[in-house]
């Protein structure tokens, strides 16, 4: 703006306002002075609008303001110096200029009119002259003024401009400081060689080297422009380099390769990617990646081992998907399974969920074992084979996962453990028919503590019910009876009072030649084991009865029942019977011993327990070996 805004400025002429229009606004409360100024000024080639008082002078210059005001002081309600002081309060209408007209010449009137805001005061009466002469002036000052203010907003509308351009070009210019900052910190900081290279004639040109690690591989003095291509690489390579380079120029497009260098004797790898720049210049940017190709070989090395392993293993080798497909198998575990090779048994077994294992859900087992610990050990199973025979696996496997623990493949070793289940189905038989055998000889409870290496097991009982049963005759029976035919009758009898123990919950202690013992109370103690025994010897005495009706024979029993402590337990180291001990159990013998074919002997204890439920009859007196005289009794049945 600058030359051309002070230009316009210095044009203006406060006089020259030919062809201006002026609108001015009267105010008077005298009609004739309204009518004589109107007219006068209309002649001029003035608009002008008349009011006759303060009110509508103000509603006036609300609808329309115009150039210049002339205003009469003494008026009715509002005078001139409150019209005046309202419309220079007001911001829209404050920079009117206001003419008091007043026949007031008092100069405080004066003072009062020009500090109320009137920028001129005409005393009535007026001459003609004076105020179209001051009319023009205060006109030309104030077009004067507006087109000073015009020019000052532009010329401030200018400055904002140029300031915004200035402050432009410094954010500019900082931002372009900072990113050649960065750009030198990035450069220092990168380990890639980056260089331009022009080619003239097979030779270097120009080389333009950027402060990064290409110094690394030469001398801070070397002087590189105006070598040849062999100078500057090896001469092995350079003829490769210059095909490169021409290459790039005659096509424009980047081209990325690997190459290697030897510097100060070492062999070193770059990964390099030549651009074009002009006609004759290209960009070199190249990165050291010679720990990379030593992984990359070290990878590989271990990849062939690895690959090496997994085919020679003995025991099967696996990757398989979460869906259920072997990603790849070594020969071992292609042999497992009956198959030729690795390639047979992937193509052959499609699905592992369905088709490998012979439980259908044994695979998402699996699949759930892995996942509450990301690896299964010793998962064993029956599967398969190409022939459908079943063989027995273990399985010891693990989840690969990516970076955000999502599920790769699973991949895990598998052997053949059909042998070692065989071995253990038949010594789990063994140990369960030694178990059995072990329960047929000892109660449970002193089975599981001789098991658990308990011995000597001897147990004191307050209250154990013992019977004695012999088989009167038998002895004369057997003696006209082949060892076979009597061996089984014997054990068709003893059966019969085996499933009467089982029944009533008590112990069979043992057979000694034709008598049975059997016992209430132990191993482990019970109260009510004492009308279990009686029942017992009654319903011994009714299954005998039986028999003899299918059989033909006449044998009877003669019982002895008595109650009382006893010690009981297992002793020796072979050949273990559970036995029991005690005056108790040779009470009971003699009750057996002295009672009578068919009937039950008990003491005068058992009575004293049974004689609410049972029903008996009494012996009397009787004298018993190693006892003396006992009251003895019959147990006859059991009352109602």
């Known amino acids: 703006m600058g030359e051309q805004g002070a230009s316009e400025i210095n044009q203006i002429n406060p006089q ?38 303060g009110s509508l002078a103000l509603q006036f210059v609300e609808m329309k303001q115009p150039d210049l005001i002339f205003l009469d002081i003494m008026m009715p309600e509002m005078d001139g110096y409150e019209v005046c002081q309202k419309l ?27 500090k109320s805001g009137g920028i001129d005061y005409i005393s009535k009466p007026f001459q003609m002259e004076e105020i179209l002469a001051r009319l023009e ?41 900072s990113a050649e900052e960065k750009m030198r910190a990035v450069f220092e900081a990168m380990t890639d060689i980056i260089a331009l290279i022009s080619i003239q004639e097979g030779n270097i040109s120009n080389l333009d080297i950027l402060p990064s690690n290409w110094m690394r591989l030469y001398q801070p003095d070397s002087d590189i422009v105006g070598q040849t291509i062999e100078q500057l690489f090896s001469p092995d390579t350079a003829e490769s380099w210059l095909n490169i380079i021409g ?56 990849e062939e081992r690895y690959h090496s392993i997994v085919e020679n293993a003995i025991a ?10 072997y990603l790849s198998v070594n020969p071992a575990l292609a042999k497992i399974y009956g198959y030729d090779s690795g390639e047979e048994l992937q193509q052959s077994l499609k699905d592992i969920n369905t088709e490998l294992y012979v439980n259908r859900d044994r695979r998402q087992e699996f699949i759930e074992a892995i996942a509450a610990n990301n690896s299964v050990s010793g998962f064993e199973s029956m599967v398969y084979c190409k022939d459908k025979s079943i063989i027995w696996i273990s399985e010891t496997a693990r ?13 895990g070793i598998v052997s053949d453990i059909t042998e070692r289940k065989l071995a253990q189905e038949a010594l789990k038989y063994q140990q369960n028919q030694t178990e059995t055998l072990l329960l047929n000889i000892l109660p449970q409870p002193i089975a599981t503590r001789l098991q658990k290496g308990e011995n000597p097991i001897a147990d ?12 009167v005759g038998f002895t004369e029976f057997a003696a006209n009876r082949s060892p076979k035919k009597l061996l089984e009758l014997l054990n068709k009898i003893f059966s019969r009072f085996d499933k009467l123990a089982q029944h009533h919950k008590l112990e069979k202690i043992k057979t000694i030649g034709d008598a049975y013992m059997v016992v209430g109370g132990l191993p482990v103690p019970c109260a009510n084991a004492i009308f279990e025994v009686a029942q017992m010897a009654l319903d011994m005495q009714e299954e005998l009865a039986q028999l003899n009706q299918h059989t033909g024979q006449t044998f009877q029993l003669r019982i002895g029942i008595h109650i009382g402590p006893a010690i009981a337990g297992v002793i020796g180291m072979s050949k273990f019977i559970y036995d029991l001990w005690g005056d108790t159990v040779n009470t009971a013998s003699r009750m057996e011993s002295s009672g009578l074919p068919g009937k039950i002997q008990v003491t005068e204890a058992v009575y004293e327990r049974l004689k609410t439920r049972f029903e008996f009859e009494q012996r009397g007196l009787i004298s018993v070996k190693g006892k003396g005289e006992m009251l003895t009794y019959w147990l006859v049945g059991k009352l109602g």
């Open 16 to 53: 020259d306002n030919s062809g201006y229009k002026a609108d001015l606004l009267i105010v008077d409360d005298v009609p004739n002075n309204l009518k004589l100024l109107v007219n006068l000024l209309r002649r001029h080639n003035y608009n002008v609008r008349a009011v006759t008082n």
């Open 137 to 177: 002036t205060h006109l030309s000052q104030r077009a004067l003024q507006k087109q000073l203010q015009e020019k000052s907003k532009l010329l401030a509308h200018q400055n904002l401009q140029f300031q915004a351009e200035i402050n432009e070009r410094k954010l500019l210019e900082e931002k372009l400081r």
């Open 399 to 411: 989840a690969v996962r990516d970076s955000n623990g999502n599920i790769l493949y699973y991949e």
């Open 460 to 471: 004191h009982f307050e209250d154990v019910s013992v019977i004695f049963a012999d088989l």
């Open 316 to 325: 099967g080798i696996f990757q398989s998907t979460v869906d259920g497909q």
């Open 88 to 114: 220079k309060e007001n911001p829209q209408t404050q920079d009117i200029p206001i003419i008091f007209l007043s026949a007031l010449t008092e100069g405080f009137d004066k003072a009062k009119a020009f």
């Open 247 to 302: 290459q790039v120029l005659e096509n424009r497009e980047t081209l990325h390769f690997d190459y290697c260098l030897t510097a100060h004797g070492q062999e070193m790898w770059f990964s390099a990617a030549v651009s074009p720049v002009r006609e004759d210049t290209v960009i070199v940017v190249a990165r050291d990646i010679s720990d990379r190709k030593q992984a990359e070989e070290a990878l590989r090395i271990a």
